[in-house]
Protein backbone atom coordinates (compact mmCIF):
# COMPACT_ATOMS: atom_id res chain seq x y z
CA UNK A 1 0.00 0.00 0.00
CA UNK A 2 1.40 3.65 -1.20
CA UNK A 3 2.70 5.81 2.34
CA UNK A 4 1.04 8.61 0.12
CA UNK A 5 -2.60 10.24 0.42
CA UNK A 6 -3.66 13.06 -1.53
CA UNK A 7 -6.14 15.82 -0.31
CA UNK A 8 -6.90 19.53 -1.14
CA UNK A 9 -6.80 20.72 2.32
CA UNK A 10 -5.24 19.10 5.29
CA UNK A 11 -7.00 19.78 8.68
CA UNK A 12 -4.63 18.95 11.86
CA UNK A 13 -6.95 19.14 14.79
CA UNK A 14 -10.62 18.66 15.43
CA UNK A 15 -11.76 21.66 17.84
CA UNK A 16 -13.93 24.47 16.61
CA UNK A 17 -11.03 25.91 14.40
CA UNK A 18 -10.20 22.69 12.35
CA UNK A 19 -14.00 21.97 12.15
CA UNK A 20 -15.46 24.60 11.05
CA UNK A 21 -12.86 25.57 8.86
CA UNK A 22 -13.70 21.64 7.14
CA UNK A 23 -17.28 22.62 7.13
CA UNK A 24 -16.75 25.76 5.13
CA UNK A 25 -14.11 24.37 2.15
CA UNK A 26 -15.24 20.60 2.28
CA UNK A 27 -18.25 21.27 -0.56
CA UNK A 28 -15.98 21.54 -3.68
CA UNK A 29 -12.93 19.73 -2.64
CA UNK A 30 -11.02 17.06 -0.69
CA UNK A 31 -10.53 17.67 3.07
CA UNK A 32 -8.33 14.95 4.86
CA UNK A 33 -8.77 16.16 8.72
CA UNK A 34 -6.34 14.35 11.30
CA UNK A 35 -6.93 13.77 15.19
CA UNK A 36 -4.39 12.46 17.58
CA UNK A 37 -7.31 10.70 19.67
CA UNK A 38 -10.91 10.67 19.00
CA UNK A 39 -12.04 13.62 17.47
CA UNK A 40 -13.88 14.93 20.32
CA UNK A 41 -10.42 15.05 22.42
CA UNK A 42 -10.19 18.85 22.35
CA UNK A 43 -9.96 22.07 24.48
CA UNK A 44 -13.36 23.16 22.65
CA UNK A 45 -14.93 20.59 24.38
CA UNK A 46 -13.98 21.58 27.41
CA UNK A 47 -14.66 24.92 27.52
CA UNK A 48 -16.93 26.03 29.58
CA UNK A 49 -17.55 29.48 29.93
CA UNK A 50 -18.84 30.45 26.50
CA UNK A 51 -17.78 32.90 23.43
CA UNK A 52 -18.07 36.62 23.48
CA UNK A 53 -19.89 38.59 20.98
CA UNK A 54 -21.83 41.67 21.08
CA UNK A 55 -25.14 40.60 21.03
CA UNK A 56 -27.39 42.97 23.23
CA UNK A 57 -28.41 46.95 23.09
CA UNK A 58 -26.59 47.36 26.26
CA UNK A 59 -22.99 46.76 24.91
CA UNK A 60 -20.86 47.76 21.39
CA UNK A 61 -18.63 46.84 19.05
CA UNK A 62 -16.46 50.25 20.50
CA UNK A 63 -16.84 48.37 24.48
CA UNK A 64 -15.81 45.31 23.11
CA UNK A 65 -12.86 46.44 21.82
CA UNK A 66 -11.90 48.40 24.49
CA UNK A 67 -11.98 45.43 26.71
CA UNK A 68 -9.77 43.56 24.65
CA UNK A 69 -6.93 46.27 24.31
CA UNK A 70 -6.96 46.49 28.32
CA UNK A 71 -6.73 43.42 29.35
CA UNK A 72 -4.19 43.08 26.16
CA UNK A 73 -1.82 45.46 27.91
CA UNK A 74 -0.72 47.43 24.84
CA UNK A 75 0.67 44.54 22.78
CA UNK A 76 -2.97 43.72 20.47
CA UNK A 77 -3.38 44.71 17.19
CA UNK A 78 -6.15 46.96 17.05
CA UNK A 79 -6.97 46.37 13.24
CA UNK A 80 -6.45 42.53 14.32
CA UNK A 81 -9.07 43.13 17.39
CA UNK A 82 -11.70 45.14 15.57
CA UNK A 83 -12.01 42.76 12.42
CA UNK A 84 -12.65 39.94 14.87
CA UNK A 85 -15.00 41.82 17.71
CA UNK A 86 -16.82 43.19 14.35
CA UNK A 87 -16.87 39.47 12.57
CA UNK A 88 -18.49 38.33 15.94
CA UNK A 89 -22.09 39.11 15.47
CA UNK A 90 -21.87 37.24 12.13
CA UNK A 91 -20.07 34.33 13.98
CA UNK A 92 -22.33 33.77 16.05
CA UNK A 93 -25.53 33.75 13.28
CA UNK A 94 -23.14 31.11 11.57
CA UNK A 95 -22.93 28.85 14.34
CA UNK A 96 -26.44 29.08 15.07
CA UNK A 97 -27.22 28.15 11.51
CA UNK A 98 -25.55 25.32 11.74
CA UNK A 99 -27.71 24.39 14.68
CA UNK A 100 -25.69 25.29 17.55
CA UNK A 101 -27.46 26.14 20.96
CA UNK A 102 -27.29 29.12 23.38
CA UNK A 103 -29.07 29.66 26.25
CA UNK A 104 -31.41 32.34 25.87
CA UNK A 105 -32.99 34.62 28.17
CA UNK A 106 -36.55 33.61 30.56
CA UNK A 107 -38.04 36.96 29.04
CA UNK A 108 -41.74 36.71 27.23
CA UNK A 109 -40.68 37.09 23.63
CA UNK A 110 -40.84 40.52 22.27
CA UNK A 111 -38.54 41.34 25.86
CA UNK A 112 -35.13 41.51 26.40
CA UNK A 113 -31.88 40.74 23.92
CA UNK A 114 -32.83 36.83 23.38
CA UNK A 115 -29.93 35.55 24.64
CA UNK A 116 -28.91 34.42 28.42
CA UNK A 117 -25.32 37.05 28.60
CA UNK A 118 -22.43 35.98 30.85
CA UNK A 119 -20.03 37.63 32.28
CA UNK A 120 -16.72 37.01 32.91
CA UNK A 121 -12.73 38.97 33.56
CA UNK A 122 -12.44 42.32 32.25
CA UNK A 123 -15.68 42.46 30.80
CA UNK A 124 -17.43 45.71 31.26
CA UNK A 125 -20.18 44.72 29.73
CA UNK A 126 -22.55 41.09 29.62
CA UNK A 127 -21.98 39.71 26.33
CA UNK A 128 -20.54 36.16 26.57
CA UNK A 129 -23.57 33.62 25.09
CA UNK A 130 -23.16 30.26 26.69
CA UNK A 131 -24.51 26.62 26.89
CA UNK A 132 -24.97 26.75 30.71
CA UNK A 133 -21.77 25.58 31.86
CA UNK A 134 -20.64 23.35 29.16
CA UNK A 135 -20.24 25.73 25.68
CA UNK A 136 -17.90 24.15 23.98
CA UNK A 137 -19.15 20.84 24.56
CA UNK A 138 -22.47 21.77 22.39
CA UNK A 139 -19.95 23.49 19.68
CA UNK A 140 -18.18 20.16 19.06
CA UNK A 141 -21.16 18.25 19.09
CA UNK A 142 -22.63 20.07 16.52
CA UNK A 143 -19.10 20.50 14.33
CA UNK A 144 -18.19 17.20 14.67
CA UNK A 145 -21.85 15.37 13.36
CA UNK A 146 -21.40 17.38 10.68
CA UNK A 147 -17.79 17.16 9.67
CA UNK A 148 -18.55 13.48 10.09
CA UNK A 149 -21.53 12.77 7.93
CA UNK A 150 -19.91 15.34 5.34
CA UNK A 151 -19.34 12.90 2.11
CA UNK A 152 -16.06 15.19 1.47
CA UNK A 153 -14.45 14.76 4.78
CA UNK A 154 -12.34 12.24 5.61
CA UNK A 155 -11.65 11.92 9.60
CA UNK A 156 -8.44 10.27 10.83
CA UNK A 157 -8.79 9.40 14.28
CA UNK A 158 -5.36 8.71 16.38
CA UNK A 159 -3.74 10.10 13.84
CA UNK A 160 -0.57 11.88 15.15
CA UNK A 161 0.75 14.87 12.70
CA UNK A 162 4.37 14.23 13.21
CA UNK A 163 6.32 17.08 11.21
CA UNK A 164 4.97 19.61 8.29
CA UNK A 165 5.96 18.90 4.70
CA UNK A 166 7.44 21.68 3.25
CA UNK A 167 8.91 22.17 -0.27
CA UNK A 168 12.23 23.32 1.42
CA UNK A 169 12.59 20.00 3.41
CA UNK A 170 11.78 17.80 0.28
CA UNK A 171 14.39 19.87 -1.92
CA UNK A 172 11.94 21.62 -4.13
CA UNK A 173 12.61 24.44 -6.37
CA UNK A 174 10.73 27.52 -5.97
CA UNK A 175 10.23 29.24 -2.53
CA UNK A 176 9.37 27.31 0.60
CA UNK A 177 5.76 26.38 0.70
CA UNK A 178 3.73 23.74 2.82
CA UNK A 179 3.15 20.59 0.98
CA UNK A 180 0.66 18.69 3.83
CA UNK A 181 2.67 16.36 7.23
CA UNK A 182 3.90 13.63 7.92
CA UNK A 183 1.13 11.10 9.84
CA UNK A 184 2.03 8.69 12.78
CA UNK A 185 -1.07 6.43 12.08
CA UNK A 186 -0.66 5.02 16.05
CA UNK A 187 -2.81 1.54 15.21
CA UNK A 188 -0.14 0.55 12.90
CA UNK A 189 2.97 2.32 13.61
CA UNK A 190 3.34 3.76 10.26
CA UNK A 191 4.63 7.25 8.99
CA UNK A 192 2.56 8.03 6.13
CA UNK A 193 2.66 11.42 4.08
CA UNK A 194 -0.36 13.40 4.11
CA UNK A 195 -0.47 15.76 0.70
CA UNK A 196 -2.22 18.13 0.36
CA UNK A 197 -2.27 22.11 -1.44
CA UNK A 198 -3.47 24.22 1.80
CA UNK A 199 -2.56 22.67 5.39
CA UNK A 200 -4.51 24.28 8.39
CA UNK A 201 -2.89 23.59 11.57
CA UNK A 202 -5.57 23.85 14.34
CA UNK A 203 -4.17 21.71 16.80
CA UNK A 204 -5.05 23.85 19.87
CA UNK A 205 -2.40 24.81 22.75
CA UNK A 206 0.29 23.66 24.98
CA UNK A 207 -1.01 23.80 29.00
CA UNK A 208 0.97 20.35 29.48
CA UNK A 209 3.91 21.78 29.72
CA UNK A 210 3.04 23.17 33.05
CA UNK A 211 2.67 20.34 35.93
CA UNK A 212 -1.29 22.10 36.55
CA UNK A 213 -3.68 22.64 34.00
CA UNK A 214 -7.13 23.21 32.87
CA UNK A 215 -5.66 21.13 29.04
CA UNK A 216 -7.16 18.11 27.76
CA UNK A 217 -3.72 15.92 27.72
CA UNK A 218 -4.08 16.63 24.09
CA UNK A 219 -2.42 20.35 24.86
CA UNK A 220 1.38 19.63 24.20
CA UNK A 221 1.88 22.46 21.29
CA UNK A 222 2.42 20.08 18.89
CA UNK A 223 1.30 22.33 15.69
CA UNK A 224 3.56 25.45 17.62
CA UNK A 225 6.40 22.68 17.51
CA UNK A 226 5.83 21.66 14.04
CA UNK A 227 5.66 25.06 12.77
CA UNK A 228 8.94 26.34 14.31
CA UNK A 229 11.11 23.28 12.98
CA UNK A 230 9.56 24.15 9.50
CA UNK A 231 10.88 27.48 9.53
CA UNK A 232 7.49 29.22 10.82
CA UNK A 233 7.86 32.61 12.96
CA UNK A 234 5.89 32.07 16.73
CA UNK A 235 5.01 35.18 18.41
CA UNK A 236 4.53 35.55 22.29
CA UNK A 237 5.40 32.88 23.91
CA UNK A 238 6.21 33.99 27.46
CA UNK A 239 2.38 35.22 27.91
CA UNK A 240 1.42 31.92 29.29
CA UNK A 241 -2.31 32.27 30.77
CA UNK A 242 -3.08 30.74 34.18
CA UNK A 243 -6.63 30.44 35.11
CA UNK A 244 -7.54 31.58 38.73
CA UNK A 245 -9.59 28.83 39.82
CA UNK A 246 -9.00 25.18 38.55
CA UNK A 247 -10.50 23.10 40.87
CA UNK A 248 -8.36 22.02 44.25
CA UNK A 249 -8.94 18.07 44.89
CA UNK A 250 -6.23 15.37 45.22
CA UNK A 251 -7.96 13.36 42.75
CA UNK A 252 -9.37 15.91 40.29
CA UNK A 253 -7.16 16.42 37.39
CA UNK A 254 -7.41 19.36 35.27
CA UNK A 255 -11.00 20.45 36.34
CA UNK A 256 -11.26 23.99 35.46
CA UNK A 257 -14.22 26.15 37.77
CA UNK A 258 -15.38 28.50 35.19
CA UNK A 259 -15.00 32.37 35.37
CA UNK A 260 -18.55 32.67 34.56
CA UNK A 261 -19.23 31.16 38.30
CA UNK A 262 -17.43 34.95 39.57
CA UNK A 263 -19.42 36.49 36.64
CA UNK A 264 -22.32 35.32 38.62
CA UNK A 265 -21.62 36.48 42.21
CA UNK A 266 -18.65 33.81 42.80
CA UNK A 267 -16.85 35.81 45.65
CA UNK A 268 -12.41 34.65 46.20
CA UNK A 269 -11.60 34.22 49.81
CA UNK A 270 -8.71 33.10 51.70
CA UNK A 271 -9.52 29.72 54.33
CA UNK A 272 -9.83 32.42 56.48
CA UNK A 273 -12.72 33.86 54.89
CA UNK A 274 -10.78 37.15 53.80
CA UNK A 275 -12.21 38.11 50.66
CA UNK A 276 -9.28 39.79 48.85
CA UNK A 277 -9.79 40.43 45.37
CA UNK A 278 -10.87 44.15 46.46
CA UNK A 279 -7.63 44.96 47.94
CA UNK A 280 -6.28 43.86 44.33
CA UNK A 281 -8.14 45.66 41.67
CA UNK A 282 -11.19 47.91 41.35
CA UNK A 283 -12.97 45.48 39.57
CA UNK A 284 -12.01 42.82 42.71
CA UNK A 285 -12.93 38.92 41.53
CA UNK A 286 -14.11 40.08 37.84
CA UNK A 287 -10.31 41.83 37.31
CA UNK A 288 -8.28 40.74 34.48
CA UNK A 289 -7.03 36.84 34.85
CA UNK A 290 -4.20 37.77 34.89
CA UNK A 291 -4.42 39.81 38.31
CA UNK A 292 -6.55 37.67 40.03
CA UNK A 293 -4.18 34.85 38.85
CA UNK A 294 -1.44 36.54 40.73
CA UNK A 295 -3.34 37.74 43.66
CA UNK A 296 -4.04 34.00 44.66
CA UNK A 297 -0.57 33.21 44.03
CA UNK A 298 0.51 35.54 46.35
CA UNK A 299 -2.27 35.13 49.04
CA UNK A 300 -0.93 31.62 48.66
CA UNK A 301 2.68 32.23 49.04
CA UNK A 302 1.83 34.72 52.13
CA UNK A 303 -0.31 32.14 54.04
CA UNK A 304 1.27 28.95 53.06
CA UNK A 305 -2.13 27.69 52.31
CA UNK A 306 -2.48 25.12 49.38
CA UNK A 307 -5.83 26.70 48.03
CA UNK A 308 -8.46 29.56 48.13
CA UNK A 309 -11.72 28.92 48.02
CA UNK A 310 -14.68 29.91 45.51
CA UNK A 311 -17.62 30.84 47.15
CA UNK A 312 -21.38 30.98 45.37
CA UNK A 313 -23.43 29.40 48.41
CA UNK A 314 -25.04 33.00 48.24
CA UNK A 315 -27.01 32.65 45.24
CA UNK A 316 -30.22 30.29 45.26
CA UNK A 317 -28.99 26.61 45.11
CA UNK A 318 -31.66 25.64 42.48
CA UNK A 319 -30.38 28.26 40.09
CA UNK A 320 -26.64 27.18 40.85
CA UNK A 321 -27.39 23.76 39.91
CA UNK A 322 -29.32 24.72 36.55
CA UNK A 323 -26.52 27.13 35.58
CA UNK A 324 -23.58 25.24 36.07
CA UNK A 325 -25.02 21.64 36.26
CA UNK A 326 -21.41 20.36 34.84
CA UNK A 327 -19.31 22.26 37.72
CA UNK A 328 -21.77 21.21 40.19
CA UNK A 329 -22.02 17.55 39.14
CA UNK A 330 -18.23 17.34 38.90
CA UNK A 331 -17.28 18.94 42.24
CA UNK A 332 -20.14 16.50 43.96
CA UNK A 333 -18.37 13.74 42.76
CA UNK A 334 -15.63 14.84 44.93
CA UNK A 335 -17.81 15.29 48.06
CA UNK A 336 -18.00 18.72 47.34
CA UNK A 337 -21.70 20.83 47.37
CA UNK A 338 -20.82 23.88 45.61
CA UNK A 339 -24.38 25.16 46.91
CA UNK A 340 -23.68 24.75 50.47
CA UNK A 341 -19.93 25.06 50.57
CA UNK A 342 -16.81 27.08 49.06
CA UNK A 343 -15.27 25.52 46.62
CA UNK A 344 -10.82 24.87 47.10
CA UNK A 345 -9.52 26.51 44.05
CA UNK A 346 -5.69 27.16 42.71
CA UNK A 347 -4.59 28.59 39.63
CA UNK A 348 -3.80 26.93 36.43
CA UNK A 349 -1.48 26.98 32.81
CA UNK A 350 -4.96 27.34 30.66
CA UNK A 351 -4.24 28.93 27.40
CA UNK A 352 -1.16 29.66 25.47
CA UNK A 353 -1.61 33.64 23.96
CA UNK A 354 1.67 32.72 21.85
CA UNK A 355 1.65 30.84 18.63
CA UNK A 356 2.17 30.80 15.26
CA UNK A 357 2.02 34.11 13.90
CA UNK A 358 -0.49 34.81 11.30
CA UNK A 359 -1.96 37.25 9.51
CA UNK A 360 -5.75 38.47 9.04
CA UNK A 361 -6.35 35.71 6.98
CA UNK A 362 -5.14 33.14 9.38
CA UNK A 363 -1.73 32.04 6.79
CA UNK A 364 1.53 32.12 8.58
CA UNK A 365 4.78 33.02 6.99
CA UNK A 366 5.20 29.87 5.05
CA UNK A 367 2.62 30.39 2.16
CA UNK A 368 -0.12 27.77 2.17
CA UNK A 369 0.33 26.97 5.96
CA UNK A 370 -2.52 28.57 8.15
CA UNK A 371 -3.00 28.26 11.81
CA UNK A 372 -6.27 29.04 13.20
CA UNK A 373 -7.09 28.62 17.33
CA UNK A 374 -5.29 28.60 20.52
CA UNK A 375 -2.06 27.38 17.60
CA UNK A 376 -1.88 30.67 16.33
CA UNK A 377 -1.08 33.95 17.02
CA UNK A 378 -3.12 36.55 15.21
CA UNK A 379 -2.56 39.45 17.14
CA UNK A 380 -5.79 39.35 18.90
CA UNK A 381 -4.53 38.72 22.59
CA UNK A 382 -1.62 40.78 23.18
CA UNK A 383 0.01 40.25 26.34
CA UNK A 384 -3.27 38.56 28.29
CA UNK A 385 -6.66 37.31 26.24
CA UNK A 386 -9.96 38.46 27.75
CA UNK A 387 -12.24 35.77 28.62
CA UNK A 388 -13.76 33.84 26.06
CA UNK A 389 -12.39 35.61 23.25
CA UNK A 390 -10.63 32.43 22.10
CA UNK A 391 -13.75 30.69 20.64
CA UNK A 392 -14.68 33.96 18.62
CA UNK A 393 -10.81 33.83 17.65
CA UNK A 394 -10.65 30.60 16.23
CA UNK A 395 -14.15 30.96 14.28
CA UNK A 396 -13.37 34.18 13.43
CA UNK A 397 -9.59 33.07 11.82
CA UNK A 398 -10.70 29.66 10.32
CA UNK A 399 -14.09 31.25 8.47
CA UNK A 400 -10.98 33.85 6.95
CA UNK A 401 -8.78 31.01 6.15
CA UNK A 402 -11.62 28.74 4.69
CA UNK A 403 -12.56 32.44 2.82
CA UNK A 404 -8.54 32.64 1.68
CA UNK A 405 -8.05 29.15 0.34
CA UNK A 406 -10.98 28.99 -1.35
CA UNK A 407 -9.81 32.00 -3.47
CA UNK A 408 -6.20 30.45 -4.19
CA UNK A 409 -7.10 26.71 -4.59
CA UNK A 410 -7.56 27.11 -8.47
CA UNK A 411 -4.26 28.49 -8.44
CA UNK A 412 -2.41 25.82 -6.75
CA UNK A 413 -1.41 22.57 -8.84
CA UNK A 414 -3.53 19.49 -8.47
CA UNK A 415 -0.78 17.17 -7.54
CA UNK A 416 2.57 18.61 -5.75
CA UNK A 417 5.58 16.52 -6.86
CA UNK A 418 6.36 13.74 -4.52
CA UNK A 419 7.74 15.05 -1.18
CA UNK A 420 10.16 12.51 0.50
CA UNK A 421 8.93 9.82 2.46
CA UNK A 422 9.40 9.19 5.95
CA UNK A 423 12.95 7.96 6.81
CA UNK A 424 12.73 5.12 9.20
CA UNK A 425 14.00 6.19 12.66
CA UNK A 426 15.27 3.48 14.99
CA UNK A 427 13.12 0.33 14.29
CA UNK A 428 13.33 -1.34 17.77
CA UNK A 429 10.70 -0.39 20.41
CA UNK A 430 11.75 1.20 23.18
CA UNK A 431 12.13 -1.24 26.27
CA UNK A 432 12.07 2.04 29.15
CA UNK A 433 8.58 3.55 28.56
CA UNK A 434 10.20 5.09 31.97
CA UNK A 435 12.33 7.41 29.76
CA UNK A 436 9.35 9.14 28.25
CA UNK A 437 7.18 9.24 31.80
CA UNK A 438 10.45 10.94 33.53
CA UNK A 439 11.44 13.51 30.93
CA UNK A 440 7.43 14.76 30.93
CA UNK A 441 7.38 14.92 34.30
CA UNK A 442 10.37 16.75 34.65
CA UNK A 443 9.53 19.42 31.98
CA UNK A 444 5.86 20.18 33.28
CA UNK A 445 7.14 20.29 36.67
CA UNK A 446 10.20 22.74 36.15
CA UNK A 447 7.63 24.82 34.16
CA UNK A 448 5.49 25.38 37.24
CA UNK A 449 8.10 25.56 39.30
CA UNK A 450 10.78 28.07 37.09
CA UNK A 451 8.60 29.71 34.62
CA UNK A 452 5.42 30.07 36.19
CA UNK A 453 2.99 32.89 37.35
CA UNK A 454 6.01 34.72 38.70
CA UNK A 455 9.40 34.62 36.84
CA UNK A 456 12.89 35.58 37.72
CA UNK A 457 16.15 35.54 35.90
CA UNK A 458 17.89 33.28 38.02
CA UNK A 459 14.56 31.04 37.88
CA UNK A 460 14.76 31.30 33.94
CA UNK A 461 18.34 30.06 33.56
CA UNK A 462 17.86 27.40 35.65
CA UNK A 463 15.03 26.23 33.53
CA UNK A 464 17.07 26.75 30.30
CA UNK A 465 20.08 24.37 31.85
CA UNK A 466 18.00 21.80 32.20
CA UNK A 467 15.76 21.49 29.19
CA UNK A 468 18.82 21.58 27.40
CA UNK A 469 19.66 18.47 28.87
CA UNK A 470 16.34 17.25 28.57
CA UNK A 471 16.60 17.69 25.24
CA UNK A 472 19.48 16.01 24.53
CA UNK A 473 18.32 12.74 25.85
CA UNK A 474 14.89 13.56 24.19
CA UNK A 475 16.95 13.69 20.45
CA UNK A 476 18.46 10.68 21.01
CA UNK A 477 15.45 8.67 22.06
CA UNK A 478 14.33 10.11 19.40
CA UNK A 479 16.34 9.08 16.62
CA UNK A 480 16.48 5.34 18.25
CA UNK A 481 13.89 4.02 19.02
CA UNK A 482 10.07 3.48 17.37
CA UNK A 483 8.25 6.30 16.82
CA UNK A 484 5.54 6.24 19.43
CA UNK A 485 2.77 9.22 19.51
CA UNK A 486 4.15 9.57 23.38
CA UNK A 487 7.20 10.36 22.09
CA UNK A 488 6.05 13.00 19.13
CA UNK A 489 4.31 14.81 22.55
CA UNK A 490 7.29 14.59 24.24
CA UNK A 491 9.89 15.93 22.01
CA UNK A 492 7.16 18.85 21.00
CA UNK A 493 6.52 19.75 24.72
CA UNK A 494 10.39 20.18 25.02
CA UNK A 495 10.65 22.28 22.06
CA UNK A 496 7.89 24.51 24.15
CA UNK A 497 8.99 24.98 26.80
CA UNK A 498 12.47 26.17 24.90
CA UNK A 499 10.22 28.93 23.17
CA UNK A 500 8.55 29.68 26.25
CA UNK A 501 11.75 29.77 28.51
CA UNK A 502 13.59 31.95 25.56
CA UNK A 503 10.56 34.52 24.88
CA UNK A 504 10.45 35.01 29.02
CA UNK A 505 13.71 35.59 29.14
CA UNK A 506 14.04 37.98 26.04
CA UNK A 507 11.63 40.20 27.61
CA UNK A 508 13.05 42.14 30.50
CA UNK A 509 10.02 43.78 31.91
CA UNK A 510 6.73 42.78 33.38
CA UNK A 511 3.64 42.99 31.35
CA UNK A 512 0.19 41.26 31.24
CA UNK A 513 1.19 37.49 31.82
CA UNK A 514 4.18 38.05 31.97
CA UNK A 515 5.37 38.68 35.71
CA UNK A 516 9.14 39.33 36.77
CA UNK A 517 10.31 40.10 40.28
CA UNK A 518 13.87 41.26 38.38
CA UNK A 519 11.86 43.92 36.22
CA UNK A 520 8.55 44.19 37.97
CA UNK A 521 7.64 47.41 35.71
CA UNK A 522 6.21 48.08 32.25
CA UNK A 523 9.01 49.31 29.71
CA UNK A 524 7.01 50.90 26.99
CA UNK A 525 9.74 52.56 25.79
CA UNK A 526 11.73 48.72 24.82
CA UNK A 527 9.46 46.18 24.95
CA UNK A 528 6.23 47.39 23.38
CA UNK A 529 6.90 44.78 21.01
CA UNK A 530 6.04 41.64 20.17
CA UNK A 531 8.83 38.32 20.80
CA UNK A 532 9.10 37.24 17.36
CA UNK A 533 10.85 33.93 17.36
CA UNK A 534 12.35 32.10 14.44
CA UNK A 535 14.26 28.90 13.91
CA UNK A 536 16.22 30.14 11.10
CA UNK A 537 17.13 33.26 13.43
CA UNK A 538 15.59 35.73 14.55
CA UNK A 539 12.65 37.14 12.64
CA UNK A 540 11.93 40.93 11.18
CA UNK A 541 10.11 42.99 14.00
CA UNK A 542 7.01 43.08 13.75
C1 LIG B 1 -13.90 29.96 31.77
O1 LIG B 1 -15.00 29.42 31.64
O2 LIG B 1 -13.53 30.52 32.80
C2 LIG B 1 -12.94 29.87 30.64
C3 LIG B 1 -13.27 30.87 29.63
C4 LIG B 1 -12.05 31.20 28.84
O3 LIG B 1 -10.97 30.74 29.16
O4 LIG B 1 -12.16 32.00 27.92
Known sequence: MSDRRDFDFLVIGSGIAGLFFALRVADHSRVGLVTKKRAADSATNWAQGGIAAVSSREDSLEDHVRDTLVAGAGLCHEEVVRFVVSRGPAMIEALLKLGIEFDREAAPPGQGHGFDLGREGGHTRRRI???????????????????????????????????????????????????????????????ER?????TLLATGGAGKVYLYTTNPDIASGDGMAMAYRAGATLANMEFMQFHPTCLWHPQAKSFLISEAVRGEGGVLRTQRGDAFMTRYHAMADLAPRDIVARAIDSELKRSGDEWVLLDITHRDPAWVRERFPTIYERCRSFGIDITREPIPVVPAAHYCCGGVRTDLQGESDIPNLFAAGEVANTGLHGANRLASNSLLEGVVFADAAATESLRRLPHLPEREVDAPPW????????????????????????????????????????????ITLLQEEITEYYWNFRLTSDLVELRNLSTIAELVVEAATARRESRGLHYTLDYPELDDAHFLRDTLLRKAGPAAPA
Not at 153 to 173: C, R, W
Not at 194 to 198: D, E, H, K
Not at 425 to 443: F, H, K, M, R, Y
Open 194 to 198: FQARI
Open 423 to 466: KLLGATPSDEAVVITQNWDEIRRLMWNYVGIVRTNRRLARARRR
Open 129 to 191: LHHRDATGREIERVLLARASSHPNITLFENHAAVDLLTSAKAGLPGGNRALGAYVLDAGTGQV
